[in-house]
Structure formats: C-alpha cells, structure tokens
C-alpha cells in the first residue's frame, strides 16, 4: 500500500462525534439496515455535518501520523447498511427478519429481486477524502459475502448465485472509486469466519469477482466483530476460516489479532501477500505504549518478513471515544517507528 516500511494503516472507521450521532443507540448493535434515526442533525444540514466530521477524522489520522487513512466512514451508520441498501432489488423500506443463535430477531435487507448497482454510493465520499487529504487514501466496501449472509433472501434461493451479483455490484463501485481517487480498495469480509463451510464454497470466488480488474491494491479485512460489540471471551483464538484467502487476488489480508491473541504461526498460511496485522486492542480504553504496540509488530515479524508487515488496529474505531482513538493511533504509529528504527536505523 506504501513503499515505506510498516506504513501504518487503519481498518476504516473512526469516532463519529457525539453532536453527529446519538452514540446510545449506535451502542445498540451493527445495523443491518438503515437506522436514520441514529443522526442528532436533520436531514437538511446533515450532509454538511458529515462532512465537516469527515474533516475532523481525516485531520486526526494526518496529526496521529498514520501513512494510509480513509475518510473515517463517517457517513455510514455500520460498515455494510449503507451500501448494501442502495442495491437494486433490495426493498429498503420492509426490511426482513432473521434470528440470531441468541434468539433475537434482527432487521436484515430483504432481497426481492435481481441485485445490481443503478447508482453510485460512496463515490462522492471519496472525491471528498481526496480534496481533503495529500495522504494515500483508502476507502472500504463490504464484501459480497457477508452481504449475502446478511440478508434475507426471497428472490433468488440460491445464495451462491446472490453473491455473486453482489460481487458484480461492487465491483462496479471499486472502479468507480479508484477513478475518484482511491489508493487503495478494502473489502469487509467478517462473515467468513461466522460461516466457515459456507464460505469455502463460494467466499472466495465472489471476492475475486468483485476485485476484479482493480489496479489499485486491494485488502480483504475480517475479524471477529467489534470489541464493544462482541466481548474478548466470546472471541476464538483462531480462525475457522483464514487460509483459504491466500487463494483470493486481494494484495493484502486484514485480521484482528491484538484482543484475541490468536497463534501468529498461522500467517505462514497467507504467504507472500501482506497482512494488516492487529496491534491494536479495541476492547481496552487504556491507550497503548509504542513499546507494546512495538511487542506485538515484533510478534508477527516472527512469522513474516518485514515487508509483508502492515500496522493497523484490530477492527474499526467507530464504538470507541474520540481521545482514546487518536491516542491509540499515536501510540501505533511511534511504536512502527520504534521497530522501523531497530531495522533500518531511520524512524521514517
């Protein structure tokens, strides 16, 4: 994604403020669909709110020193609704229902027909980032699987084949996007992992399919869900689904390793691509020392050479507080130096 070395990174999103967004319900759980009422600013000014938010984490990211930023994905309520609603052949206003192994009933996007793209979603986002930061600019997209395994499906009865529209439309966007100016293209894949057997038999074919043709470089991201959502004792120490994406044409894999202490051996799995490597815990407020985020990079060097090597935190930033996250990201960024320095003796 850079040439520099340990070109620190993150995930996607970053702290909505609280005057944009009513943080008790953003607390209640990942959307699958639209929640509106999530936004304080009325739809008039709400544009222009977001934007000047966009601009505050965009600046954050610049002052913390990380090397590629996105745009903080401050206008999306979770990391998939927004898009995945704008889909033909979704009907946004009846949502559908599914229950989760908990036993509660989530809202999901019911699809009712043939799923295409007929318009852009984030372009505009990301002409935005663009005018607004000199850095490498990333911007993410959920990923035609876990779309597919968020949905409802009454149209099709064969989820294979929904993905891969899916995937279509989303490759759609990512073209679109790196001609607005995006670096670097992430897909959010975090379903893999939830339906393992699933996703071997398709997973990999429709990430390929939405990447297709991207001349830019490309990530897939998956974790185990977010820290404030999904408590450390409920994560696994390692994934039911990881190896298989060493056969995707993505440049880079993202995982989450930081809460959950996964065994790091398992990178030798993903050679020669780059892993985004989680070095930092989203479940705990305490902010890192660079000497911890330092142990951790030293951690997975272990397993892989430095060049393969990307700094990032574990999963989005969007539950934490605002001073936590930038604190956090210092703290990423001054411990990369750290074994930046010990490598090469430059700090930059």
């Not at 994934?239 to 990178?267: H, M, N, W």
Request: hydrophobic share 45%.
């Amino acid at each position: 994604m850079a040439d520099k070395l340990f070109a620190t990174t993150v995930v996607g999103s970053y702290p909505q403020p609280d005057w944009l967004v009513d943080r008790a319900l953003l607390a209640k759980g990942v959307p699958r669909v639209r929640m509106s009422e999530m936004w304080r600013i009325p739809e008039p000014w709400l544009e222009q709110a977001q934007d000047d938010a966009t601009i505050l984490a965009i600046r954050d990211m610049e002052r913390a020193g990380v090397d590629v930023i996105t745009d903080g994905e401050v206008r999306r309520e979770s990391y998939s609704n927004r898009f995945v609603t704008e889909l033909e052949g979704i009907d946004a206003a009846r949502p559908g229902h599914v229950v989760s192994r908990a036993g509660l009933s989530t809202p999901v996007p019911r699809v009712v027909g043939k799923i295409r793209r007929r318009a852009a979603v984030e372009v505009r986002d990301m002409q935005f980032l663009r005018r607004n930061t000199s850095h490498i600019a990333k911007i993410t997209l959920p990923g035609p699987f876990t779309m597919s395994q968020q949905a409802l499906d009454e149209h099709y009865n064969d989820t294979e084949a929904m993905a891969m529209d899916m995937a279509a439309a989303v490759n759609e966007e990512a073209h679109d996007l790196v001609r607005a100016g995006a670096d670097v293209i992430q897909l959010d894949e975090p379903w893999v992992r939830n339906n393992p057997d699933i996703a071997r038999r398709y997973a990999v074919k429709a990430i390929n399919r939405a990447l297709q043709g991207i001349s830019v470089p490309t990530v897939v991201h998956l974790c185990f869900g977010y820290a404030a959502v999904v408590k450390g004792s409920s994560k696994p120490a390692e994934y039911a689904f990881l190896a298989e994406l060493g056969d995707t044409i993505a440049d880079t894999i993202s995982i989450e390793c930081a809460q959950p202490k996964i065994d790091l051996g398992v990178l030798a799995d993903l050679a020669p691509k780059k892993i985004m490597l989680g070095v930092l815990d989203l479940s705990d407020l305490t902010i890192e020392t660079p000497e911890t985020v330092a142990l951790r990079m030293r951690a997975g060097l272990a397993h892989m050479t430095p060049d393969r090597l990307v700094p990032a935190p574990d999963c989005g930033m969007k539950y934490l507080p605002r001073g936590v996250a930038f604190g956090k990201l210092k703290a990423m960024c001054d411990g990369a130096a750290i074994v930046r320095r010990e490598l090469t003796g430059k700090s930059y």
